[in-house]
């Protein structure tokens, strides 16, 4: 056994297998940084040239390009705003509020650190669980992954931002707006208006982007030159970040845990595990006030969850021949594609290639953080540039990842109307990541309720796994219900007064008529598909109803917030928020009428040329260059790119195509 | 038939071509080359699906012997039971041979049972491969079987299958336990992976697998004596009749199932129901097609490049095993399948009708 270990390493330190790992690493950490695109992209890329290959040698590829997308995702999400890949949406919270204290450096450090030791952690699971980790995953039954769901949801509770009510409503929306699509139990469609797009709902990353994206891109445009506050990058730079990390080294552990623990159990996915290990940063911390704000805690719990993840999806691939991802699922085809059979019995059949995995998993770890750190501090230097010259190449980025998500031009859509939505959420103090949890969560809870009762009734609640994942549900309740939430004093003339309600209550009166219609929407359907919207759409209804009380007594309370109350006259920016959602809009129509490259072209250069005051020529060669970018991608990874007016009349050659 | 190819011919195909103002030149499949062309192919589902894994699997082979070695572009196009993608072929494709369709058993489904959504005309597709494949079921021993012929004994027993929905590829299973005469209690908003996982955990106790799927996995179940197998779906012989499934011809198929449960051989419209049913999600499981409408030149070019590949014995060797050892049906021969894996007769059609809205609850017009 160990001496099989050490053998699988010996082998992965020959020439030809470290380089296999180095590419495989080195392609995982572009395709990470790139919002959009994922390991998936980059393993289909891949799949073509692994035929016939040795598995010693394709496997530490793949491996290496699964293992460090959620390292290098970490750079937009801190750097901009913009999670790289789904699974770095918490990073952001506290990740990207560092980056605007000129802090991106220490973030970034902190991250690349907490991924690494999370990664390696993940890698060491790995190889113990293989082992025994059988009788644990079958342990986890339809009743147990329903509580699964449930402790995950009770994780909103440290989110709701500066009022409860208002983070629970949130909830509650989320939870409705990802009923979208055919239920679970009829597959009859719930709020798609009849259109094919919403037959799915709408795609994880386009929400994502929506939420935290835009209403970012936006805020900078409008109130900062750039998106650091600071005019140099503060002393505090990755090296502490790094000494942060060591010193946080329980959470580290704890959050990896639950990384390996989400990653391997049926019923959750990757994209939940940031979010469950940023809350349980948040309830195990004494002091909470700086969360939110640049707590260096609400960087390493995410970060070291999400590396270890891979290790934990790895063991249902592996042992079971399940994927524990989608990225998973494609490894797994991939696997087979080679001759290797994953599944009972995996040990026993292909113990070297186990172990070469296991070693793989580990060592790009190292590289990809390494290579992270190293650039660390010099890409944080992006946080200084004035955003004007950024903003175009961002908003051209977020729609391009956004296309990714299914290639329909109802992309770009979804993403510029739920873009608008998240910058009032933003606005108006209605926590987004309150949102998204329930969106996340929304299908699995559905699902598992009713697969939990149809299979065993009611008695699944005398299971002792379900007994114990209740238990920890009650303690995070209560934790969740004793916090105290940071918020500032309320005051007569602050962002929580009662000036200027009209706007704020035309929010809420959309969210009651988005209630109201779920209703309406889902009466007609059986009993099965419609007891989950509505039971959500009443519960939210309710709350709905005493935030409107709240709302209705003329003093200030937290249930009034707008951010726009927040400066004084004098400090007030020269633009409004709509000006800059005109010009998101503004590149839609670009792609409209051109199709997506030409349409960038021309948005790229007149925005440069119009915002940010370059000269004409420097606009052009700004744009070519990302348009340049765009098409090698497109070549390389086989991307498709919306069409426009003009591709509908003439047949262009590519990459105008 | 070669023809020689002199330039003074080509130029007058070429002049004709012109001339005439038509748009293809009359050209034989010798002449059809796809030389520095890129073939985009539109795989309806996620990366890393069977018809993902199938057509990545068969791209390297068809880039070698499609004339001119051209260079095969996967595209995945997923959602909506392959409906988005299958439609976006139908708006897009050219019929130059450069445009390809991945087709599977959900998307002939989709087409079958969705109409109000479906704005594609697959049965007017031109089929170059046809790759069929078989699913074998299998059920827990706590419900005291030990091999096939216990099968009876489900009888009167509750049997519980987990799946995704009843109008899917699931289809195929979910019949023959109704026409077996099983009481089953159906879990839905499942994918195949966590369903196989829930029986072993005994939270299912009936299950059936995609033929790779169960030589890969659930075949160790039963080794370890955690699961039977109790019949396969059979395939459909040249004659048109069930037969039993080429990887496990020691198992009987569905219509064995029904006469050693009912004594008597299957007949009547659910079973020709089912029959049509078996030839969409069983015979028509993965496929490849061209846009209607693709000159025949280019549709030979296309079905020679695919029986080379078939003969390859690279491909028996690497890719095979993504068509385990069934028959594939090579261009027109795979017309008659789809005709009627698309076609009911009009007393099977409403015996399906019935069969979903009395025990599934669903209207399909």
């Known amino acids: 056994m160990a001496g099989d270990l050490l053998q699988a390493l010996l082998t992965l330190f020959s020439v030809q297998h470290l380089i296999a790992l180095v590419g495989g690493t080195l392609l995982g950490l572009v395709v990470g940084i790139l919002p959009g695109l994922g390991g998936i992209a980059a393993l289909s890329l891949l799949l073509p040239f692994i035929y016939g290959g040795d598995p010693t040698v394709v496997l530490p590829m793949m491996i290496g390009l699964l293992a460090v997308t959620n390292t290098s995702d970490t750079f937009p999400a801190v750097l901009v705003g913009i999670p790289g890949t789904s699974s ?45 980790a059988r009788p644990l995953i079958l342990g986890v039954g339809f009743g147990e992954q329903l509580m699964l769901v449930v402790l995950a949801l009770t994780m909103v509770g440290m989110l709701t931002g500066a009022s409860a009510i208002k983070g629970l409503i949130m909830c509650g929306m989320g939870l409705l707006f990802g009923s979208m699509g ?19 709902g709408v795609p994880l990353v386009v929400v994502g982007l929506a939420m935290f994206a835009i209403p970012e891109m936006v805020e900078v445009l409008r109130k900062r030159v750039a998106i650091s506050s600071m005019p140099e990058l503060g002393s505090a730079g990755v090296l502490r970040g790094f000494r ?3 010193s946080h080294k329980w959470l580290v552990v704890r959050c990896s845990s639950l990384g390996v623990i989400i990653g391997a159990l049926p019923g959750l996915g990757g994209s939940v595990t940031n979010w469950v290990a940023y809350g349980h940063a948040v309830q195990t911390a004494r002091d909470r006030s700086g969360f939110g704000r640049g707590d260096i805690r609400g960087v390493i719990g995410p970060e070291a969850s999400n590396n270890a993840d891979n290790g934990g999806a790895l063991i249902p691939t592996l042992m079971f021949g399940i994927p524990g991802s989608a990225s998973m699922a494609l490894f797994l085809g991939a696997l087979i594609l080679i001759g290797i059979e994953p599944g009972i019995g995996m040990m026993e059949r292909h113990l070297d290639l186990t172990f070469i995995i296991m070693w793989s998993l580990a060592i790009a770890n190292v590289i990809g953080a390494g290579i992270c750190l190293f650039l660390a501090r010099p890409i944080a230097r992006l946080t200084l540039v ?70 065993y009734g009611w008695t699944f609640l005398e299971r002792g796994g379900v007994l114990t994942i209740l238990a920890l549900i009650a303690v995070s309740v209560v934790v969740a219900a004793r916090m105290k939430p940071h918020r500032e004093a309320l005051t007569a003339e602050g962002a929580h007064a009662p000036v ?62 707008d951010s726009e109350r927040e400066w004084t006259a004098s400090e007030k920016p020269a633009y409004s928020d709509l000006h800059f959602q005109g010009w998101i809009l503004g590149l839609l129509a670009a792609i409209g009428v051109f199709g997506f490259i030409l349409g960038v072209f021309v948005y790229i250069t007149v925005f ?50 | ?75 995945n196009v997923p959602g909506s039971r392959s409906i988005p993608g299958a439609n976006q072929f139908q708006e897009r494709a050219k019929p130059e041979g450069t445009d390809v369709m991945v087709v599977s058993a959900t998307t002939v489904a989709s087409f079958v049972f969705d109409r109000k959504k479906v704005k594609f005309e697959m049965d007017k597709w031109e089929p170059v491969l046809l790759s069929p494949q078989g699913a074998i079921s299998y059920a827990s021993p706590s419900l005291g079987i030990k091999s096939w012929k216990d099968l009876p004994k489900l009888k009167g027993q509750q049997l519980v299958f987990g799946g995704q929905s009843a109008a899917s590829g699931e289809l195929r299973f979910i019949m023959t336990l109704h026409l077996l005469g099983f009481k089953t209690n159906h879990v839905w908003g499942l994918n195949r992976g966590p369903v196989r996982l829930a029986f072993e955990r005994g939270e299912f106790n009936v299950n059936y697998d995609s033929t790779p799927g169960y030589m890969g996995g659930a075949i160790k179940l039963v080794q370890a004596g955690k699961a039977v197998p109790i019949f396969s779906a059979g395939v459909i012989n040249e004659k048109g009749e069930l037969a039993r499934d080429p990887n496990v011809p020691d198992l009987p198929h569905f219509g064995e199932a029904y006469e050693l449960v009912h004594g008597k051989k299957p007949s009547g419209p659910g079973y020709d129901a089912w029959l049509s049913v078996s030839k969409m999600n069983t015979m028509m499981n993965k496929g490849i097609f061209l846009p209607a409408g693709t000159p025949k030149p280019v549709l030979d070019a296309w079905r020679k490049a695919i029986g080379d590949m078939l003969k390859d014995p690279e491909f028996d060797k690497t890719a095979g095993k993504v068509i385990e050892g069934y028959p594939q049906f090579i261009g027109e021969a795979a017309k008659p399948i789809i005709k009627d894996a698309t076609s009911f007769s009009p007393e099977s059609w409403s015996w399906l009708k019935n069969y979903f809205k009395t025990e599934h609850n669903v209207t399909i017009e």
């Open chain 1, 500 to 561: 200027n309600k009209t706007p704020q209550a035309i929010f809420m009166g959309l969210l009651i008529v988005a209630c109201l219609y779920t209703i309406y929407d889902a009466w007609h359907l059986d009993f099965l598909a419609k007891v989950f919207p509505i039971s959500a759409a009443v519960i939210t209804l309710a709350l709905l109803a005493a935030a409107v009380a709240h709302f209705c007594r003329h003093r200030p309370n937290y249930v009034f917030f």
């Open chain 1, 386 to 455: 004035p955003f004007v010259l950024l903003a175009p190449f961002m908003i051209v980025i977020v729609f391009f990842a956004a296309f990714q998500a299914t290639r329909a031009w109802e992309d770009l859509i979804a993403l510029f109307v739920l873009g608008l939505l998240g910058m009032y959420m933003k606005r108006f103090g209605w926590s987004r990541p309150a949102f998204l949890i329930g969106f996340v969560l929304s299908m699995q809870l559905d699902a598992s309720v009713y697969q939990s009762i149809q299979v």
């Open chain 1, 608 to 657: 440069l040329r119009l915002k940010a005051g370059t000269r004409w020529h420097w606009a052009i060669v700004g744009a070519l260059g990302a348009v340049g970018v765009f098409c090698l991608f497109g070549y390389f990874l086989a991307l498709s790119y919306p069409r426009g007016l003009l591709q509908g009349m003439f047949n262009l050659p590519w990459p105008l195509d």
């Open chain 1, 244 to 246: 942060e990390t060591l």
């Open chain 1, 88 to 132: 770095a949406q918490a990073t952001i919270l506290d990740g990207h509020a560092l980056a605007k204290k000129g802090e991106a450096a220490r973030a970034l450090g902190a991250a690349f650190s907490a991924s690494l030791l999370g990664g390696l952690f993940g890698a060491l699971v790995l190889t113990l669980a293989i082992q025994f």
């Open chain 1, 182 to 200: 055919a239920a679970p139990a009829t597959a009859e469609e719930r709020l798609t208006f009849d259109t094919i797009y919403l037959a799915d």
């Open chain 2, 1 to 75: 038939m070669k023809l020689q190819i002199t330039a003074k011919r080509v130029l007058m195909v070429g002049a004709i071509a012109f001339s005439t103002g038509a748009a293809v030149p009359a050209l034989s499949a010798d002449q059809v080359s796809f030389a520095g062309k890129r073939i985009d192919v539109i795989v309806p589902f996620a990366p890393g699906g069977g018809s993902d894994v199938y057509m990545r699997a068969l791209a390297p082979f068809l880039e070698k012997h499609l004339p001119g070695k051209p260079t095969i572009i996967v595209r």
